[in-house]
């Protein structure tokens, strides 16, 4: 299904989303019915293949959806993404019947939130979070996590986890250690608080989930680190970038129309009318276009790359490639290739996003910075995700690859590393 297709199938709904945005980012209101009406219309069946009910949209078209989504509601696109991730890691699962099983789910409305971060303290790389069996046969999950975007929204939650030894030693040996654990939300020993304190991205739900011996529905296996869930992780986060400089800049432009007052140094002329205040404009607007190219070209590139599903990926969402060694290499790079572009994307898009939300307040006056406005929300939104994986270590990682030839590393576990 085309993104013309699928924009015109959602267009109505992100309107109604977009109607009460400003009111909720005001009083700090969950936007339960928004993500409920999403849910309702099938956004989170966009990424599910069409053989499995969804409408097999692919990860260019999925990437524009969600600059769309955001562009009006930067929290709410927030809980899709941490859905889609769900949906992408059931994608690349290799078992046949666990992916059938999970996107039938989805395809039929069931949608699902993060748990995959560790709590504070947690070490580099492990997982303090434990899967067990009880006396029946029944999994249980205890532990805590922090970051559960989305997941007080959810049906589940998907949480990374430690195998306990004493699992049957065919768990153990499928998932190596550790699994995803698909955790029912509303169910008793789950706790999920909405204690995020963040200056932006107040409305996600992204705050502490604890676990004391709750069930789990399932385990999926976690995808390599160097394959498709991770990039996919990646640039959905620069699409909620992209939205939301869509948002700055298109709140920006509508007050630059209806100022009338000058400045005293202004010479006189109203906002629209002034050469200087056109090129701020003119340049913001062109960093906004550039900006979204960016996202989908990290679309398009994981499109080709999955295209011959391997790697932890499902070109045609029916899992990953049987193909031959020969494949199998040009899958390899071309996921390094769209590791690249997604990486490159990452460095750029945050600056050129964040520069619009600021500089957009240059056409306008003392008057813009009116709370009644709220247009501090875009930029706080957009450092907030900014901040999440910093641009920082993508580039390096690129420039180590320009210079030296050395591929990206595969993403690591967040955690402490000190041995406090």
Partial sequence: MSYETLSARFAPAFEEVAQGEIARETGRHLPFAAFELLRAQGLGAVTVPEQFGGAGAGQEDTYRLLMDLAAVDANTAHLVRSHLSFVQHVLAQPDPAVRERWLGRTAAGDVAGSALAEGRGAPLGDVGTTVSQDETGQLLISGGKYYTTGSIFSTWALATA????????????????????????????????????????????????????????????????????????????????????????RDGVEQTRRRHRSPNTGGGLTPREDDQMLGIIGELSAQQATAEELVRAAGR????????????????????????????????????????TAHRAHVMVPRLVLDTCTRIFDTLGASATSSELRLDRHWRNARTIASHDPAAFMARMVGDWEVNGIRPVPYLQTGATDED
Wanted: proline share 5%; aromatic share 4%; hydrophobic share 45%.
């Fill in 162 to 249: 430690r195998l306990d030894p004493g699992l049957p030693r065919a768990v153990r040996r499928r998932h190596s250690g550790y699994a995803l654990a698909v955790v029912r939300v509303r169910q008793p020993r789950v706790t999920v608080k909405d204690d995020w304190d963040g200056f932006g991205q107040r409305l996600t739900g992204t705050g502490t989930m604890e676990f004391a011996g709750a069930g789990v529905e399932d385990l999926l296996v976690v995808p390599p680190g160097d394959g498709a869930v991770p990039l996919h992780h990646e640039s959905t986060l620069m699409a909620l970038l992209a939205g939301i400089g869509r948002a700055a800049l």
């Fill in 301 to 340: 590139d994981l499109d080709a790359a999955l295209a011959h599903g391997a790697l932890g990926g499902a070109g045609a969402g029916v899992g990953p490639s049987e193909g031959g060694e020969a494949d199998g290499g040009a899958a390899a790079e071309a996921m390094h290739h769209a590791a690249l």
